[in-house]
């Protein structure tokens, strides 16, 4: 039915928005095309294939633990919530750990933090734009070194604003899925409570067609036996006439009869 329709609708919504499933696989999908474009570059395998491996075990314990909590809803909530900061906690940690305490750099590292990264925070992991600003202030102080750069710099909260617009209008078109779900649910209760009321009226309607039958069928029958009675009752006057008329005329009772019926 277009109830069932707009509900599945409604509920993919809520999960592209709050599911780490797409965060996870779209990071996979970006950092391994960025570490093939940055060996091709180089001439050899690029380091940003850690990235991409980093991902895969994210997606892999994220599948496995999933399966763990089975229905349980609020369970899965967490879950998700947890490997969406967890997705930005790897991001911080391949930063911490291969551009400062390795050392290792790209021609695309300013690409990737000062533009890739931030989208991917702000559009793909943020479920509200609270999340947004929090992820995009702690990669800024993660990156402040190549933030130093005026250009950059406004370039980088300029950038920054419109991803926490993004992220504002997905909470929104969030907010709108949940409360469309709440008012399908209250409609289907409503209709429900609609069917049930009109099976109990129709319910009611026949009992009552019924008794009015009774009824009539009741008011029938005394009017037959009133009649009945009525008709010995003159049945049973007559005959009293004829005796009195009998007696009084001194006559035969075949004479009186005789007579009343002149």
Known sequence: SRTMHDREHLQKILVLVKSARVPI?????????????????RGCVSFIFFGAAANLVNFNVYTSTKAIFGDNKAKLRHHEKFFRHWEVATGGIYILVCEYMLNWHSALDRDIFCFHLPTFYGVVVAETYCE????????????????LNVHYSFGYLQHSCMLVAAAWMKQKLANIAARGLDLLDEHEKLQNNYCTRSSECAAQEKALLSKSKEYEEMSRLAEEVVGLLTQRSEIAWRGED?????????TSPAEAELFCKA
């Not at 391994?32 to 570059?41: K, T, V």
């Not at 947004?132 to 933030?147: E, F, K």
């Open 242 to 250: 004829i005796k009195a008329v009998a007696r009084i005329s001194r």
């Open 25 to 41: 696989l779209v990071a996979l999908l970006i950092s391994g095309w960025l570490a093939l474009i940055d060996s091709l570059l």
């Open 132 to 147: 947004a600003i929090v992820y995009l202030a702690v990669h800024a102080v993660l990156i402040s070194p190549m933030l």
